[in-house]
């Protein structure tokens, strides 16, 4: 924050000795981060540039070596041109560690044609952390809800669809505490959307067999959406959470949205753990229970573009590209309005991009 906020302070200068301060009393994994925000701070305010190089020369004797190999690399850029700067201080990897994880190993599981480069890689979105609600603890560990695509490529029946454009997280479909607990996930592809359904038994003593979803349109055009496959989840016992699906075509030129109504179909089955064995010879009964209604919105066929350097790439932009529109807009502040367009449209902000300027109003008039 230091190294973002500091260069644009009334008096820049101080800020180094706070970042230097981390470097002498802090851990390795902090040194080497004021190591970088140190480069960075010298690479924004050419007055501190001298003072600083001094400083980071004597982070090449550090006992880490993450935090010499970070030292190295900010005197390298500092002694260089603008161009290595940029490339060595400034230029962010196009994507968090985590995605990049989940990028590699979805293609990895499915590899497209032409260089392997950050344009060639899945987009995978960010796993959500959803909060734990339980009044009795005061804190939680977080459960991730992620979007999963590696799972639909291992599903022959997904094969022919090609490659994921975008899943989007997980969107809870029942309150806490119920009998079964329910979200959806949607994986859009270029001419079908795959819905999958997160379903979880919570109740002791019953399995639930041959798990689907009842899907009803409620807005949206009908024409523009044909149903091709349903795959249930054979047997869910007590605890478990397991995923049915349910696959919708669309035409590969149109980005259709639409509202659905869902019901939960499957037949349930009294059996304690002894009995699971003799599933098969265990008279069910037809149990049908209605969740939330969801939608399919233009923000889920937004998919990230992959960007190496976005600052070039949005310069190579021309007037052709822009488009300026007043509206009005239901928020209070500049800051909130740009949060929930940026949610609103499933958009991805570079480099911070989406951070208002200090003075900015909603009431000013001009492009942000």
């Given at each position: 924050?230091?190294?973002?906020?500091?260069?644009?302070?009334?008096?820049?200068?101080?800020?180094?000795?706070?970042?230097?301060?981390?470097?002498?009393?802090?851990?390795?994994?902090?040194?080497?981060?004021?190591?970088?925000?140190?480069?960075?701070?010298?690479?924004?305010?050419?007055?501190?540039?001298?003072?600083?190089?001094?400083?980071?020369?004597?982070?090449?004797?550090?006992?880490?070596?993450?935090?010499?190999?970070?030292?190295?690399?900010?005197?390298?850029?500092?002694?260089?041109?603008?161009?290595?700067?940029?490339?060595?201080?400034?230029?962010?990897?196009?994507?968090?560690?985590?995605?990049?994880?989940?990028?590699?190993?979805?293609?990895?599981?499915?590899?497209?044609?032409?260089?392997?480069?950050?344009?060639?890689?899945?987009?995978?979105?960010?796993?959500?952390?959803?909060?734990?609600?339980?009044?009795?603890?005061?804190?939680?560990?977080?459960?991730?809800?992620?979007?999963?695509?590696?799972?639909?490529?291992?599903?022959?029946?997904?094969?022919?669809?090609?490659?994921?454009?975008?899943?989007?997280?997980?969107?809870?479909?029942?309150?806490?505490?119920?009998?079964?607990?329910?979200?959806?996930?949607?994986?859009?592809?270029?001419?079908?959307?795959?819905?999958?359904?997160?379903?979880?038994?919570?109740?002791?003593?019953?399995?639930?067999?041959?798990?689907?979803?009842?899907?009803?349109?409620?807005?949206?055009?009908?024409?523009?959406?044909?149903?091709?496959?349903?795959?249930?989840?054979?047997?869910?016992?007590?605890?478990?959470?397991?995923?049915?699906?349910?696959?919708?075509?669309?035409?590969?030129?149109?980005?259709?949205?639409?509202?659905?109504?869902?019901?939960?179909?499957?037949?349930?089955?009294?059996?304690?753990?002894?009995?699971?064995?003799?599933?098969?010879?265990?008279?069910?009964?037809?149990?049908?229970?209605?969740?939330?209604?969801?939608?399919?919105?233009?923000?889920?066929?937004?998919?990230?573009?992959?960007?190496?350097?976005?600052?070039?790439?949005?310069?190579?932009?021309?007037?052709?590209?822009?488009?300026?529109?007043?509206?009005?807009?239901?928020?209070?502040?500049?800051?909130?309005?740009?949060?929930?367009?940026?949610?609103?449209?499933?958009?991805?902000?570079?480099?911070?991009?989406?951070?208002?300027?200090?003075?900015?109003?909603?009431?000013?008039?001009?492009?942000t």
């Open positions: 924050m230091l190294a973002v906020f500091g260069p644009t302070a009334v008096a820049p200068a101080r800020f180094t000795r706070f970042i230097f301060n981390r470097i002498i009393l802090e851990g390795a994994a902090v040194r080497a981060a004021a190591v970088q925000a140190l480069g960075e701070f010298a690479g924004s305010v050419e007055s501190v540039k001298a003072s600083a190089v001094e400083l980071l020369r004597g982070c090449l004797t550090d006992e880490n070596d993450e935090v010499r190999d970070r030292a190295i690399t900010a005197l390298t850029a500092l002694q260089g041109d603008a161009a290595q700067q940029d490339a060595l201080l400034f230029r962010k990897l196009p994507l968090t560690p985590t995605q990049l994880r989940l990028s590699l190993q979805t293609y990895k599981m499915r590899p497209t044609e032409g260089p392997f480069d950050y344009a060639h890689l899945p987009v995978v979105a960010e796993p959500v952390k959803k909060e734990e609600k339980q009044a009795e603890t005061s804190v939680k560990n977080a459960e991730p809800a992620s979007p999963r695509p590696n799972r639909l490529y291992e599903i022959p029946e997904f094969a022919d669809y090609g490659a994921i454009l975008r899943s989007s997280p997980a969107t809870e479909l029942t309150e806490e505490e119920t009998e079964y607990a329910v979200s959806v996930i949607r994986h859009v592809f270029a001419s079908h959307v795959v819905l999958e359904f997160l379903v979880k038994n919570t109740i002791e003593g019953q399995v639930m067999t041959a798990v689907t979803m009842r899907l009803s349109l409620k807005e949206g055009d009908v024409d523009q959406w044909k149903p091709v496959l349903q795959l249930p989840a054979p047997v869910i016992l007590c605890g478990e959470e397991k995923s049915c699906y349910v696959a919708l075509e669309f035409a590969a030129d149109e980005i259709p949205e639409a509202t659905f109504s869902a019901k939960l179909v499957f037949e349930a089955k009294d059996a304690e753990e002894d009995e699971l064995d003799e599933l098969d010879t265990i008279e069910g009964y037809n149990e049908e229970y209605s969740v939330e209604d969801f939608s399919i919105q233009l923000g889920d066929y937004m998919s990230r573009p992959v960007l190496s350097d976005f600052r070039a790439s949005w310069n190579e932009l021309s007037a052709e590209n822009e488009a300026v529109e007043k509206m009005t807009l239901p928020f209070e502040d500049l800051t909130t309005a740009v949060q929930k367009i940026i949610e609103a449209l499933g958009l991805h902000a570079f480099e911070g991009t989406d951070r208002v300027p200090i003075g900015v109003g909603i009431e000013e008039e001009g492009e």
